[in-house]
């Protein structure tokens, strides 16, 4: 177990809906990544946040947003949803210090019908 | 820009022997990091082992350790002893700005 939880697990919708992914990091993480994990452009940045600031975007599309909250948890939000953003969307979390290693959550499986 | 290059989509191995999985990277920046994470059919990504690129020494981590050879921009993992339970798809990556750069990973199958 990472300590990273991510929720829901799976989460089913349809084309033009709205979805919020929800993350909570490792006790003492300030940093928060999200990633998207798809078959044909594989494991992709989205964006970074450190504690409750966005530091860095990725690959992400304008219709999908995050944020990260004083408690540190952080939501991705997907909206106007499309076939193509069905994937695997994890969030890790990190010390931002020494290593810095990212410690991933077990994901949430989007499946856009 | 970081980028990993992993060149083996599958690799296969009988149990208990030694497998090497290959990764390459190129980066411009001096100071970086190189990670292996393992993803079995659940879906989950488990980080297995870190190597700085000032770090003197090969790291390891029980049956896994890193071959690294900085002069070829190579960090090829090397699993000891496999088990069953190292069936999975194994992911290289380099630490980029805010962000890690990934590989398209190597499927391992170990067979009894």
């Known amino acids: 177990d990472s300590g990273v939880t991510q929720t829901p697990k799976h989460l089913i919708t349809a084309t033009g809906q709205r979805v919020t992914l929800r993350c909570s990091p490792r006790?003492?993480?300030?940093?928060v990544y999200w990633y998207q994990q798809s078959l044909d452009q594989g494991l992709q940045f989205l964006i970074h946040y450190y504690n409750g600031e966005e530091r860095a975007k990725g690959n992400i599309l304008e219709r999908f947003s995050a944020q990260q909250f004083p408690d540190l948890h952080s939501e991705l939000n997907l909206s106007s949803l499309e076939l193509g953003d069905s994937a695997l969307y994890f969030c890790?979390?990190?010390?931002?210090?020494?290593?810095?290693?990212?410690?991933f959550g077990a994901g949430t499986r989007l499946s856009v019908l | 820009a970081q980028k990993i290059t992993q060149t083996q989509p599958g690799m296969f191995v009988q149990e208990k022997e030694a497998v090497t999985l290959d990764c390459t990277y190129d980066t411009s920046d001096p100071s970086y990091g190189l990670f292996w994470y393992k993803q079995p059919s659940s879906g989950e990504m488990i980080f297995l082992i870190y190597?700085?690129?000032?770090?003197?020494q090969n790291a390891t981590e029980g049956r896994y350790s890193l071959n690294f050879q900085k002069a070829r921009k190579s960090a090829n993992l090397v699993i000891s002893a496999s088990q069953l339970g190292d069936s999975a798809m194994y992911f290289c990556a380099i630490r980029g700005f805010q962000k890690l750069v990934f590989g398209t990973g190597t499927r391992l199958l170990v067979s009894p």
């Open positions: 190597q700085g690129s000032y770090d003197q």
């Open positions: 006790s003492g993480d300030l940093s």
């Open positions: 890790a979390s990190s010390r931002d210090r020494g290593k810095n290693i990212q410690y």
